[in-house]
């Protein structure tokens, strides 16, 4: 890649170049907090507030009835360089409250302490009962043209471009809680459409717990803390959930899903979406078609391991909000295909034997393949994580002409209980003039007044029929861009509180997916099993598990059983055995190894020409390369480029490393102390190498990570307990080829072969 076309190689020659005029070497590293350093002594000289820094965006300025504002960009930023109440009265004190005497009480008439507490007191809205804990970013979602034969959307034309807002998410836990809690995540598009907001609301799974929404309460109130304690925080390895379960076996596909490798992603850049309902699509002939959405990563599916997600949990709880931040900032744009799944739109809204309506189902892609329609790019930060991430409001209703409904039962809940806690979290009705709710389509929808209302309506006719507003607004049909509903027939039946026959099939889907999984995938999941039941309490709970296992495979229940200390029952019934389908598995393919990231352990004594030289590839190559040293600050600092140190050995750890490069023999360095540095300590083993290095390297080994080493770096393979001999493991005299062998490993995500697996 050119290096003008490449951002992140940018941000080196910046850094170089603010090293040559001795600026602070680290200006253009991910993460900076403003654009500029902040000086050591507080400023007192008045000046504007300063800028966003170059990745971030803000809402696109648009009034609370949808009409673009030119030239206003920056018109909800702060704007004084002087401290002002709401009001916008300059303040000459905000340090101290007003009182009688500097000894004397505080009076009541402070108006500037009333209104400043009064403020804090109320900084936090209600926090969502599930999807609390996310991560969001501004993008732009391109159409294929694709998808024309079978909808009228006008966001999917060709080449129509289309501002989005994405929110990733977990389900569980609060939003004090980690991101790498093994859980569904949520993904959620907004896409700004000129036909109005469009939401697709959906999870990186592509089945639910349940089948019909009377359900959510339940299963949400079991994988939440036990009410009596509030513990555990965004697990669902505790009783109350595998209660539920146990008992409701509709949940079990889900679960198997999230007991394997997809309940830890490794970042949300390589996490698939899903649309988890059927949805009903209509072109410009009328003609409807079924369809499933699916998001799929242009960097490839992978996930953390197990280790790694309980490491980085106490590491680094922001691990995914930090990686896409990051990524965005670094010019490492994350991008997924939207595609969908296609089906005849029949009466019994079926596709080969499989219930369409039933969102515990999948329809396997070896049946009906993923077709590309569109791209979707992710490239700004928000400016302001409340305004944007927090008050960002989804909902399966905002839909656009040419996507409609289906009749599943888990959907028609959604479509009433996401309107309805908006309400509650956002303070009323008029959540959708929120900055990062607005459409960017012209609105007049006559709805008026209530809590936070800030459109100024005029007329004096908001009903329908009028005549003094001159009838307007005026009913637009299909032929006018109007929002018509599929005419779908609705058979004659009797009201029931029952399930489909079709609904009640719980585990051949489960067992497809089972049989699906490579080796390696297996062993996590009976790990995985294994770990969360063995948190239970109760041993009936453990036991009718078991007995759901059974049903989907013996193998997998007796490595869970055996796990667990019980015996492990048989199935009830005799097991099929489905084709498996490839697409259900994370490995197997190779994948781009853009934005993934390369430590390279370096100190003084290394050779720093070839780790510029290794620097200065990986960024060539797409990716980030964070060079690891034994402190902060430079390598080389006494010569004419030194390179900056993003990673000292006290702050570094594995887990943020796709791979690694050991480019030096780094000695203990005066702070490796198991006093003031756990990570320090070596079990009483005399090495030559910082154990913090060791460290580092043992951990990315046991997680089959690739790892590459100079000839003069050998020793600190062996003092880790390396096997310079194994799978993954490269060593060489040129930093190059190290590196390219190291890249062609990366495109497998890991080196899964580097150990044996019994399943």
Known sequence: MAKETNPIKAAVDRISEAVSEEKDPAADIPGRPTEQPPPLEEPTEPRA??????????????????????????????????????????????????????????????????????????????????????????????????????????????DVETPTFTRFSTVAGSRGSMDTARDTRGFATKFYTSEGVYDLVGNNIPVFFIQDAIKFPDVVHSVKPHPDREIPQAQSAHDSFW??????????????????????????????????????????????????????????????????????????????????????????????????????????????????????????????????????????????????????????????????????????????????????????????????????????DMLRDGMHQTAVHEGVAPYKPNSLDGGCPFFAGAEEGGYVEVPARVEASRRVREAPESFADHFSQPRLFWLSLSSVEREHTISAFTFELGKCYEDAIKERTLRALAEVDPYLCEQVAGGLGLPAPKATRELESPAPSPALSQLGGTWPTKGRVIGVIADDGSDLDVVRALRDEIFDGGMVPLVVGPTGGTLGASGDDPITVQRSFATARSIEFDALIVAGLPAAGDDANPSRDGKAWTGGADTAVDPRVSLMLNEAYRHAKALGALTVARPALDAAGVPVESLGVVVGDQGGTILREVVDLLGRHRVWDRFPTHA
């Not at 007003?98 to 209104?115: F, M, N, S």
């Open 49 to 158: 507030p300063l800028p966003p820094k170059p990745d971030q965006d803000k809402p696109a300025s648009y009034t609370a009835t949808g009409r673009p504002v030119e030239g206003l960009a920056d018109s909800r930023s702060q704007e004084s360089a002087y401290l002002t109440n709401a009001q916008g009265t300059r303040l000459p004190d905000s340090d101290h409250s007003l009182k009688a005497g500097p000894r004397g009480p505080v009076l009541l008439q402070d108006h500037h302490l009333r209104e400043k507490i009064m403020h804090f007191d109320h900084e936090r809205i209600p926090e969502r009962v599930v999807h609390a804990r996310g991560a969001g970013a501004h993008g732009v979602f391109k159409g294929y043209g694709t998808a024309e034969s079978v909808t009228k959307a006008a966001f999917l034309r060709k």
């Open 243 to 444: 209660d539920f379960l146990s008992l409701h076996t509709e949940a079990l596909h889900h679960t198997i899903w999230f007991m394997a490798d997809r309940g830890i992603p490794r970042s949300y850049r390589t996490m698939e979406g899903f649309g988890v309902h059927t949805w009903r699509l209509v072109n410009d002939g009328g003609e409807t078609t079924l369809v499933k959405f699916h998001w799929k990563p242009k960097a490839g599916v992978h996930s953390l391991v197990w280790e790694e997600a309980q490491l980085v949990a106490g590491a680094d709880p922001d691990f995914h909000r930090r990686d896409l931040a990051d990524a965005i900032e670094a010019g490492a744009y994350p991008e997924w295909e939207l595609g969908i799944q296609t089906f005849p739109d029949t009466p019994d809204q079926t596709f080969e034997g499989i219930d369409l309506l039933d969102p515990t189902k999948i329809v396997p892609e070896e049946l009906a393949p993923v077709q590309p329609i569109g791209l979707l790019t992710l490239n700004a930060n928000p400016s302001n994580y409340f305004a944007e991430t927090e008050q960002v409001a989804f909902h399966p209703g905002h839909l656009v002409p040419g996507i409609d409904v289906t009749d599943d039962p888990l959907l028609a809940g959604r479509l009433f209980s996401y309107l309805d806690t908006q309400l509650t979290r956002l303070g009323g009705p008029n959540f959708a003039q929120v900055p990062i709710n607005r459409t960017h389509a012209p609105v007049n």
